[in-house]
């Protein structure tokens, strides 16, 4: 019985050992999570056996447990690098099996996707219209994440504003307008707009003043050419717009570039009569033209961003996270990735930043929580917990070889 409790001593001493040399040796890895090594004691009593004077039989390794607690976040050049500030794991799409992990090195494949370096592909959520400064995801339907790595469409020009300050005291021209002609008109200023295939076009608004004080017309030209009716402003006896008048009220453009043609709207709301020089205020317009992937950003709250050179972003996805009742039921599958258990319970996916889930830190990785300290202390214990073990298997064999030398 001596040599049996001394060997279950060695043996969960060894244990311990491996244990914390494997927390060690992952003391770099991304993600990681050290683990403990937890024994029980062995005790056997027989029917009608008295408690107070029985002697334990030695220990046993109940569990290898690993500990969830937050590594320190190093930070990065790479935009694509993701740490978790707090609780949950990414959802990793692995050839059909889904997988979890807290490592968050990912990279584009030549398709496309959102990978790290064994080709699992990130899990999220599609966007519902991607061109709305609020998108709203699909929180109900999961989907690897794939940049878009073509060109952006263009858009074309359907609205401007000119928001401008014309003098009350200009003099009434009395010529009849003409685009070529400045004695025509009193001011102007001009913009870039779009046409459907996202070719620049030049649009100028040529204002002149009225026969009546507090009337103004407003023409407009695209690419050289007006296009009439123009637009009479009218003011109130404040200076303040009172009215915009126009029949039809767009103007429509036709090109020969084959793009569709132009039709788009001027907002002059703001726009003033005061006895100030001419001033343009404001003077803008929703169109652009087609761009080029430039890089990507994903913030806090999971969100892909595509950014293009022509000044555009492109929602993508919402990175998508899970959480478990009991992490630590999850069974490890190695290269940092974990798989859900009936211990661990069911996973819960959610967006980054809700519930009990923690926020996501982009250009960031979240190092192992190996404290090397602690492990080298836990090293020396467990090293003498061997020792000790071994002299008592040592003293056993000297007292057995006593008894077996008595004559």
Request: glycine letters at 12%; a negative charge; zero cysteines.
């Amino acid at each position: 019985m001596p040599f049996n409790i001394g060997l279950s001593g060695l043996n969960a001493a060894q244990a311990d050992l491996q244990t914390t040399g494997n927390n060690v040796s992952n003391s770099g890895t991304t993600g990681f999570k050290r683990s403990r090594a937890e024994f029980g004691d062995v005790f056997a009593q027989s029917f009608g056996g008295i408690s107070q004077t029985a002697i334990g039989s030695g220990t046993r390794l109940q569990a290898v447990t690993q500990q969830f607690s937050q590594g320190r976040t190093e930070f990065t050049e790479n935009g694509l690098d993701l740490a978790i500030n707090g609780e949950g794991f990414f959802v990793l799409n692995d050839q059909g099996s889904t997988a979890y992990t807290r490592a968050g090195e990912f990279q584009v494949n030549r398709d496309g996707f959102l990978v790290n370096n064994q080709g699992q592909q990130l899990r999220g959520y599609p966007p519902q219209d991607a061109n709305t400064a609020d998108p709203n995801f699909n929180t109900g339907q999961l989907e690897d994440i794939r940049l878009q790595t073509g060109a952006a469409p263009p858009n074309a020009t359907t609205d401007i504003e000119a928001l401008v300050n014309l003098r009350s005291d200009a003099e009434v021209l009395g010529e009849e307008f003409a685009l070529n002609d400045p004695e025509s008109y009193n001011f102007s200023t001009s913009l870039t707009v779009y046409d459907s295939l996202g070719t620049s076009r030049d649009a100028s608004i040529y204002f002149v003043k009225g026969d009546e004080d507090l009337k103004w017309t407003a023409h407009v030209g695209v690419d050289g050419e007006v296009y009439d009716p123009p637009y009479t402003l009218t003011f109130d006896g404040s200076g303040a717009l009172d009215a915009v008048q126009r029949d039809p009220p767009e103007v429509t453009v036709a090109f020969d570039n084959g793009a569709n043609p132009l039709e788009f709207e001027i907002d002059f709301g703001g726009t003033t009569q005061y006895g100030g020089d001419f001033a343009v205020n404001d003077l803008n317009q929703n169109g652009f033209a087609s761009g080029r992937l430039t890089g990507v950003d994903i913030d806090d709250s999971g969100v892909v961003f595509a950014r293009f050179t022509n000044g555009q972003s492109t929602v993508l996805g919402q990175v998508a996270m899970a959480s478990f009742t009991n992490p630590q039921g999850l069974e490890q599958l190695g290269n940092n990735n974990w798989a859900e258990t009936f211990a661990a319970g069911e996973p819960v996916f959610a967006a980054p930043g809700t519930g009990n889930l923690g926020s996501i830190q982009s250009g960031a990785l979240e190092a192992s929580n190996v404290d090397i300290a602690q492990e080298l202390v836990n090293l020396i214990t467990a090293q003498r917990n061997f020792q000790a073990n071994a002299q008592t298997i040592s003293a056993a064999d000297q007292v057995t070889q006593t008894i077996i030398n008595i004559r």
